[in-house]
């Protein structure tokens, strides 16, 4: 799976969109992009995914740069519950585990 | 039911002792997973179960055994623990059956070994 790289902290005013970026530079082509979040003290939770496409759901949107390198997640109108660690993963297809590798992710702090 | 349950959520426990933690999910899930997560780091993976049989072990000590009864429980076993074995462990569940699927976590047990 290919290696991500997020800033290590990111704030955000309360109601404001939060852009959080990853770069995926290695990524290869059966490669997807996850999102998920960790709020203090609870266990990780799915937010979205996509392959090449911009994904949207009820909770975020995900838009992959043309030469996939890169994405950004967008929380449209964060809220304090926003606040958690947010991780980038980069993960094949077609194994169906969830075996995932974790780095550092990105800290947002929502404030009010 | 889209719920991993966790138990206990917190245990506290002696270099000498014999401990269980459970896990248990009802979404027909046949992959299920242990991580660990010290504090202010990321989860680390320590075991994989894939139709209830162990697949991937990521080189986790002895003292550390997983066993998975049938297909919506598992528990990981714990002996002569260290204090270095303090952390949060995180189950977590899977389907199989799919090109792309999503990982679902439990709230961990926060675990002290004294």
């Known amino acids: 799976d290919a290696k991500t790289t997020q800033p290590p902290s990111m704030d955000c005013a309360e109601g404001r969109a939060a852009n959080l970026p990853c770069n995926h530079s290695?990524?290869?082509?059966?490669?997807?992009v996850y999102w998920y979040r960790q709020i203090h003290s609870q266990g990780p939770q799915y937010i979205i995914h996509?392959?090449?496409n911009n994904e949207t759901n009820e909770m975020a949107s995900l838009i992959i740069t043309e030469d996939r390198k890169s994405s950004t997640l967008i929380l449209p109108h964060a809220t304090l519950r926003d606040t958690a660690v947010y991780y980038c993963?980069?993960?094949?297809?077609?194994?169906?585990?969830?075996?995932?590798?974790f780095g550092q992710g990105t800290i947002l702090t929502v404030h009010p | 039911d889209t719920e991993v349950t966790q138990t206990p959520k917190h245990l506290v426990m002696g270099m000498t002792n014999k401990k269980s933690l459970k896990c248990e999910q009802h979404?027909?899930?046949?992959?299920m997973y242990w991580y660990k997560q010290k504090a202010k780091k990321p989860p680390e993976l320590m075991f994989v179960?894939?139709?209830?049989?162990?697949?991937i072990n990521e080189s986790v000590p002895s003292r550390f055994s997983p066993e998975c009864p049938n297909s919506s429980l598992l528990n990981l076993h714990l002996h002569a623990l260290q204090p270095e074995d303090s952390a949060l462990y995180l189950c977590?569940?899977?389907?199989?059956?799919?090109?792309?699927?999503?990982?679902?976590f439990g709230q961990g047990t926060r675990l002290t070994v004294v």
């Open positions: 290695t990524i290869s082509g059966n490669e997807y």
């Open positions: 996509g392959l090449k």
């Open positions: 977590a569940s899977s389907p199989v059956d799919r090109e792309v699927t999503e990982a679902f």
């Open positions: 979404m027909g899930h046949r992959a």
């Open positions: 179960y894939s139709y209830e049989k162990l697949s």
């Open positions: 993963i980069v993960k094949g297809g077609g194994t169906s585990y969830g075996k995932l590798t």
